[in-house]
């Protein structure tokens, strides 16, 4: 994620891995779908920081007005927040008047983002427009199903969130039954040619790192690179047209800052 600067692994990385396995650490345990959230779990107050005092260059300039541009252009009124962090995705779209539900699997992220909705709902109403509405829940992605959160929306949104291997792969399967039909599911993710770096252009773990952050952020999450086809084959494979892929851009570079898909639902 270009939000985190989780990329191209370092050498200190690399060494960090090697003696993972010099010491008998077994490599799928450090690089699984249960690291990434153990790592959420242990850096959740300094993203909250990070967050909210705008820190990260990449969302103010270019990433955080590209997916909700996009999640306005689609027009719907009720919104799934998949790996919603500390909130502030909903909280935008609430204050643009419509309904959110937004679940994650840090209860840490989760209070803060019901602590700064509390601070909305109580906002001046001219900041609101009528009928937004925020809701968070404890649910990670290994978890949900149409059964455990049995609303059904119009769009379901994954703002660099999308982070883990199988994890994703059964968010994907339950996803197009939790969208109302003619739904969208949009995700904004690393552009894989950029994140790619110097490894070979192909599906896998990569270790994570949190160069350019605070020293407060501690045991970077892995995550799995997946490239653009990749991406776009868990769509098709998936009950979802793929109608529009973005590639939103530094305006003072022009360089490359993300990728949007947007999925449809089609049964
Ligand atoms: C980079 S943060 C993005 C948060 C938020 N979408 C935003 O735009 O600020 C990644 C989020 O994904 C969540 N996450 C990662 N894996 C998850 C899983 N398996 N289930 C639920 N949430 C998960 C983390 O807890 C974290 O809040």
């Known amino acids: 994620m270009s939000c985190c600067r989780i990329a191209l692994r370092s050498e200190k990385a690399w060494y960090t ?11 799928m345990e450090k690089y699984s779908d249960e690291k990434i959230i153990d790592s959420w779990h242990k850096n959740a107050s300094p993203w909250i920081t990070a967050i909210q005092e705008r820190q990260i260059e990449s969302r103010k300039r270019v990433t955080d007005s590209a997916i909700t541009d996009v999640l306005v252009s689609l027009a719907g009124h009720s919104v799934l927040d998949l790996g919603c962090g500390e909130g502030w995705l909903c909280r935008k779209l609430a204050s643009l008047g419509l309904v959110t539900l937004g679940i994650d699997a840090v209860p840490e992220l989760l209070a803060s983002a019901k602590q700064a909705s509390a601070t909305l709902s109580s906002a001046k109403p ?3 427009v009528q009928g937004g509405k925020v809701e968070f829940r404890h ?3 290994q978890s949900l199903s149409a059964k455990v959160v049995e609303e059904k929306f119009d769009i379901a949104v994954s703002n660099f969130s999308l982070l883990g291997k199988e994890s994703v792969e059964r968010l994907f399967n339950v996803v197009p039954d939790m969208l109302k ?3 969208y599911f949009v995700v904004q ?4 040619v950029i ?10 773990w990569r270790g994570g790192s ?7 952020f501690v045991d970077p999450a892995p995550w799995y690179f997946r490239t653009l086809e990749s991406w776009c084959d868990l769509f098709y494979q998936h009950q979802l047209q793929l109608v529009s892929i973005k590639e939103p851009i530094y305006p003072n570079t022009g360089s490359i800052a993300s990728l949007i898909l947007v999925g ?3 049964r």
């Open 17 to 27: 891995e090697l003696l993972g396995d010099v010491a008998g650490t077994n490599l």
């Open 126 to 128: 001219s900041s609101v």
């Open 139 to 141: 649910i990670d992605y």
């Open 181 to 183: 039909d003619g739904g």
């Open 189 to 192: 993710t690393l552009h894989p």
């Open 195 to 204: 994140s790619c770096g110097k490894d070979p252009y192909k599906d896998g």
């Open 210 to 216: 949190w160069d350019g952050f605070s020293r407060e």
């Open 264 to 266: 449809k639902v089609h």
